[in-house]
């Protein structure tokens, strides 16, 4: 599913430059924004089970922390690098931002394929990776959370490792840990549960029915599968799946329970009884309502956007529609709701985590649920206000309004010294 040759700091640098353009932002923001604010790049040993010892390289970006602490996930990716890395942070900026959250953006990475490590020297390599970055996370300045290749299991690690430096517990040093050590119910479906409620309003917008829609998920990761899974509640019926190995496909509708313990079982969707397999080029042009890119980025381009058939996009990852694909998707009529707004889930979750874990006191999973569902549809009528208002389309909406209030809180605190 990958695609290097489309360089996604590029591509996130495009976008904010044409919201700063319609707005007319001045230089000074509009130069603050382009850029992340602190990058550290690290280089460390970690000794494997065999014996012998690697050098691995990790990265954390603090994109903008003006709104608020720095916030974002950390990747393990044998394909990450610095300037993926720096996408994803300027997009947390924006997400944060649209859902009106007091965070700014980070993210973290490390090339490394952690399929291929086991549990003891992914251990290892995080908590080396946690020591490394020290200098910059904290509970009040930079708060990691999963990301792809990475799991609660690892956020504890990396909780248990600050917290070891510190000599007491810190749990608010991250999010997305286990229940156990001070995670959140509803954390870990959060960013699907995200992706279902942008579904259900976008189909409310385009006047139609969840019931009985057709669903496609590139990606049944975390995102992806918790998506499916939401949606199949609301009446969907999911007709194709995929992950990094390929797809599956059966337009009467797949059992995802079934298939999510055959993948759980065998490491992949493919070859899943009563179903076709399916490229995932196959699949993003697979008729249906509903389409949710759920992988990575630039997934979506302009070679392939003309093929796609779904009436709404919903955007589970970060970043998997380029800005070419945007305006083709949008001429042929289809509702695209961008990542900064569709997968806010996770962050929004994470930010009750945070303050949870601050005060130490804990909220039960309906009132978690209720207070997402209510962030969530605001944003999405404060965009699409502007979508009708301007004429535009929902992606360049929602940056318009997460650069309004990064501007206004920049202009607000001024410049030190």
């Given amino acids: 599913m990958s695609n290097k040759t489309i360089n996604p700091f590029e591509m996130v640098v495009s976008q904010i ?3 700063c353009d319609r707005l007319n932002i001045e230089d000074v923001y509009r130069l603050r924004l382009e850029r992340c604010e602190r990058e550290l790049t690290v280089n460390f040993p970690v000794k494997m089970d065999d014996g012998t010892v690697k050098l691995f390289t990790g990265f954390r970006i603090q994109h903008n922390d003006t709104r608020g602490p720095a916030k974002g996930g950390i990747r393990y990716h044998p394909d990450v690098t610095l300037d993926e890395t720096r996408a994803l942070a ?80 810190i749990p608010a040093v991250v999010t997305g840990k286990p229940i156990e050590i001070g995670g959140s119910k509803g954390r ?11 579904a259900n309003l976008a189909a409310r917008q385009k006047r139609m029915s969840l019931d009985g829609a057709t669903v496609v998920v590139q990606g ?42 055959y993948k759980k079982e065998t490491g992949s969707v493919v070859d899943f009884n009563g179903a076709d397999t399916i490229t995932n080029v196959e699949l993003l ?22 093929q796609v058939k779904a009436k709404i996009v919903v955007e589970g990852a970060n970043g998997p529609t380029t800005p070419e694909a945007d305006k083709i998707l949008h001429d042929n009529g289809v ?9 806010t889930g996770g962050v929004i979750v994470s930010y009750f985590e945070w303050v949870q874990n601050l005060e130490f006191f804990f909220w039960d999973e309906e009132e978690i649920n209720g207070r997402l569902q209510k962030i ?5 009528a404060e965009v699409s206000e502007i979508s009708k208002a301007d004429k535009t389309d929902m992606r360049s909406a929602a940056h318009m309004l997460a650069i309004k209030r990064l501007v206004s809180a920049m202009s607000i605190r001024g410049i030190y010294p």
Avoid at 286 to 291: A, G, N, Q, S, V
């Fill in 17 to 19: 430059d044409a919201v």
């Fill in 90 to 169: 300027a997009w947390m900026t924006l997400k944060a931002a649209v859902a009106n959250i007091p965070y700014g953006g980070a993210k973290g990475a490390v090339i490394c394929n952690p399929k291929l490590m086991s549990q003891t020297e992914l251990e290892r390599l995080t908590r080396r990776y946690t020591a490394e970055i020290s200098i910059l996370i904290g509970p009040e300045s930079d708060i990691p959370a999963p990301d792809v290749g990475t799991n609660p299991q690892i956020m504890a690690w990396i909780m248990d490792t600050y917290s070891m430096t510190k000599g007491y517990s």
């Fill in 188 to 198: 870990f479906e959060a960013t699907g549960r995200g992706c279902m409620i942008s």
């Fill in 220 to 261: 049944v990761g975390n995102v992806g599968s918790a998506a499916a899974k939401l949606l199949v509640r609301e009446g969907c019926r999911v007709i194709a799946v995929s992950d990094s190995k390929g797809g599956v496909h059966n337009s009467k509708g797949l059992d995802m329970e079934s298939l999510l313990n």
């Fill in 285 to 306: 042009a697979l008729t249906c309502d509903i389409l949710i890119p759920a992988a990575i980025e630039c997934q979506i381009t302009a070679s392939n956007a003309a």
């Fill in 335 to 343: 509702l695209v709701i961008p990542d900064v707004l569709a997968n």
């Fill in 376 to 380: 969530m549809t605001n944003a999405f």
